[in-house]
């Protein structure tokens, strides 16, 4: 691609004129955005850079092995890998606002970094994967006076509380071009074309207080609808589809037997850049088959409904 590649030798540019010598510290989230963010700025700069991956417990199923393994085997970029799982679950114990949850887990991401800067003799400089859509969607809401919609805690607040500067290569870029860019750094097409997971993680797919139980059962659930997404071939149409796990108990019946298990809500998307979206059009039958398997296969769940509201008015993730 012509484009990228110009961007990406502009960019490498840049980022070696505004680091220097100087150290950088990189959060991965197993996002596509901030891998991208990553090997782009170890291209720039190499050994400067030391990534940290913060495994907070809210991770997909296998998600931690598969972004660890891409970084330490195939590009052999330095990783720490910090489990921290204990740390912030036992900090959202009982929260259940979304802000709060949000809040909590980005301080808790400020405190883990801190820690892990420290360790590597101090770096003055913090890279993102931001791209414009956050940029603009954390600022304000077009239309009105200035609200926040939700707190994305890739955007704000790190750096002051570090006092780091920010490295952002990705700024400018909407999605596409950032999975462009991805290709043109030779990223694995697999991990290019992953659906967008949100830095807080499956605390804002698990409406209402976390545990570690539901986590698990939300797991499973979601583990589950995307193996069904892929073998109808549809991941690659949709932006981003998830399993919710709702906080209510229902009645249902299986064997001879009555069961009072959570319900679970499938969402998929599709969209741009994230700003705006329409739910996915299904067929029924693959909604039954994702649904059937899901009661069959994941114990703690008796019912399964398919969210199709369009952003706006709902927002992708549920929190
Ligand atoms: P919403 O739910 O606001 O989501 O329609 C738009 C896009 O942003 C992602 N998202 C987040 N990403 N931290 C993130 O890094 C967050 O707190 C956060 N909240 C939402 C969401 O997954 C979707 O792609």
Not at 46 to 54: I, M, N, P, S
Not at 85 to 93: I, R
Not at 268 to 291: I, K, N, Q, Y
Request: include cysteine; charge should be negative; aromatic fraction near 8%.
């Amino acid at each position: 691609d012509w484009t990228m590649a110009a961007f990406r030798e502009e960019a490498i540019g840049r980022i070696r004129e505004q680091v220097g010598t100087g150290r950088v510290i990189c959060g991965l989230s197993g996002g596509v955005d901030s891998a991208v963010a990553a090997v782009l700025i170890h291209e720039a700069i190499g050994e400067q850079l030391t990534c940290v991956f913060v495994d907070h417990g809210l991770l997909r199923q296998g998600e931690a092995e598969e972004v660890v393994g891409l970084f330490r085997d195939h590009y052999n970029i330095p990783l720490v890998h910090v489990r921290a799982e204990e740390t912030f679950l036992k900090a959202l114990e009982g929260v259940t606002d979304p802000e709060a949850k949000r809040k909590t887990i980005g301080r808790l991401f400020i405190e883990t970094f801190e820690a892990e800067a420290k360790k590597i003799g101090g770096a003055e400089f913090l890279a993102q994967g931001t791209l414009y859509p956050d940029v603009i969607e954390s600022v304000s809401f077009t239309g009105g006076p200035s609200v926040t919609i939700k707190s994305h805690h890739n955007v704000g607040g790190l750096p002051e509380r570090m006092n780091m500067k920010l490295v952002e290569p990705l700024r400018e870029l909407f999605k596409d071009e950032v999975r462009a860019l991805g290709r043109e750094l030779g990223l694995p097409d697999a991990f290019v074309g992953r659906h967008p997971f949100p830095g807080p993680g499956l605390a804002i797919r698990c409406p209402g207080e976390i545990t570690r139980e539901k986590l698990e059962i939300l797991r499973k659930a979601d583990a589950v609808y995307l193996d069904e997404i892929r073998r109808a071939g549809l991941y690659d149409q949709i932006w981003q589809a998830f399993a919710v796990l709702l906080p209510v108990r229902t009645v249902g019946v299986m064997g001879d037997g009555r069961t009072y298990d959570y319900v679970c809500a499938l969402r998929a998307v599709t969209s741009v850049d994230g700003m705006t979206a329409d739910f996915f059009p299904f067929d029924m039958a693959f909604l039954g088959r994702a649904a059937n398997r899901i009661v069959n296969e994941v114990k703690g769940i008796n019912r399964v409904t398919y969210d199709v509201t369009s952003k706006p008015p709902g927002t992708i993730e549920w929190e």
